[in-house]
Structures are given as structure tokens and as C-alpha cells.
């Protein structure tokens, strides 16, 4: 999945895009709302982490013109303010969630998985297709055959798939949702990360389909 990490502090805004990047997640990083507009304007993000004082200006703004567009992008608010008044404003203004400063990575996360579930309307970290089983949480595959142990990048392409079974999926879009501006990839990237999930599915049903011209999908060739 790609992120928009919205914070000045350049020490924390590495911790989280590092942690992220452990997990396989793409994380831009906007150290102020100029780059965090720019950002938004050029792609489109499964979630947005958003610090409130920024140096031009307040992330509430931010947060609000953001509602009122077009883009239902959900937002959680990394604040160092514990008030209930002020978490209570955030919350009203259309944050999805917020954590407060200074926080645990693990429960960063935490907040991060319920959101994007809320999100999906999935309550679970599993997807079951062609009798097989992706635990995002575990970052494991269930199949007849056995269990297998998913790497990071390998773990949020087959997310994508398995989230939407007979979708085609352009190799452009899935460069975008795998890696960041700042990573100077190629398309046979997502050759190489496919014929790895394609090995894993090898003996199940579950299977990686090219689509000549136009990319890839998930069927079932049972």
C-alpha cells in the first residue's frame, strides 16, 4: 500500500517511513503541506498520517480542505496534543483516527490495520480465494500444500490481488502502489514480484494471470 506521511520532523518522519518500509508499505514523505498538496494532486493514497504543526501552516487546514474535496482518502492524525477537547475537534473535522505524540510503533500500526479495514469494510486480516488463505497480519499463504511466509513487497502485491480477484491490474498501477517517489524502480520489478508469488501459488488453484497488453489478474483455475 502507498502512504502520505505528513510531518517536519525529518528524525520521526524516517522512524515511520522505515518501519512502513519494513512491512513493504511506500511511504512518501511531505515535510510540509506545499509537498503534502503536491503529493496528493500527482497520486492517490491509501492512507494519509498527518502532524498538525507544520511550517506553513496548521494540518487542521490541511484536514479540512481534504474533506471537502473529492478524495475520501482516510487520515489519521499523529498530534502531540493529549486534550480531549483538542483530539475531540480533530476527530469532528474528519480525522479517521489519531495517535498522540510521542507514540508506539506497534500501536501506530495497530491504528493503521483498523483504519484501512474500516476502510475496505473488511473486519479481518484474511482473504480466502480458491482454497487458499492470505493472513496480512502474519504475512503468510495457507494452501493445501502448506504455509508460506510471505516477504514484505510480496505480502502488498498479493494483498492487491487477493482484494479484488478477476481485476485487472496494469503494471503502472501496481509500481504505484509499491513504491514511493523516491525509489528509482522499473516495471520488471513487478515481473520479478509476481513470478515469486506465482512460485508460492504453484500446485493451488490460485493462479497469476497475464492479460496480454493489459496486465495482470487473480482467477481461479479450478
Do not use: W
Not at 478524495?71 to 477537547?85: C, D, E, L, N, Y
Not at 499463504?141 to 514484505?152: A, I, K, M, S
Amino acid at each position: 500500500m502507498r502512504f502520505l506521511l505528513v510531518e517536519d520532523n525529518a528524525q520521526l518522519a524516517k522512524a515511520v517511513s522505515d518501519r512502513f518500509a519494513l512491512d513493504g508499505h511506500a511511504v512518501d514523505h511531505a515535510a510540509d503541506l506545499g509537498d503534502a498538496q503536491a503529493f496528493i494532486e500527482t497520486t492517490d493514497y491509501e492512507l494519509i498520517l498527518l502532524d498538525i504543526m507544520l511550517p506553513d501552516g496548521d494540518g487542521r487546514d490541511f484536514l479540512r480542505r481534504h474533506r471537502n474535496s473529492e478524495k475520501g482518502t482516510p487520515v489519521i492524525v499523529m498530534t502531540a496534543r493529549s486534550q480531549v477537547s483538542d483530539r475531540v475537534s480533530l476527530l469532528d473535522l474528519g480525522a479517521d483516527d489519531y495517535v498522540t505524540k510521542p507514540f508506539d510503533f506497534s500501536e501506530l500500526e495497530a491504528r493503521c490495520r483498523a483504519v484501512l479495514r474500516r476502510q475496505g469494510g473488511v473486519a479481518h486480516n484474511k482473504f480466502e480465494f480458491a482454497g487458499v488463505t492470505l493472513d496480512s497480519l502474519e504475512g503468510t499463504l495457507t494452501t493445501p500444500l502448506g504455509v508460506e511466509t510471505l516477504r514484505n513487497r510480496e505480502l502488498r502485491l498479493i494483498e492487491i490481488f487477493f482484494a479484488a480477484p478477476g481485476q485487472i491490474f496494469a503494471k503502472p498501477h501496481l509500481m504505484d502502489r509499491l513504491f514511493s517517489f523516491a525509489e528509482d524502480v522499473s516495471e520488471n520489478a513487478i515481473e520479478v514480484y509476481v513470478a515469486r508469488i506465482r512460485k508460492k501459488l504453484s500446485g493451488t488453484h490460485a493462479k497469476i494471470e497475464t492479460v496480454r497488453g493489459l496486465g495482470y489478474r487473480l482467477v481461479d483455475q479450478s
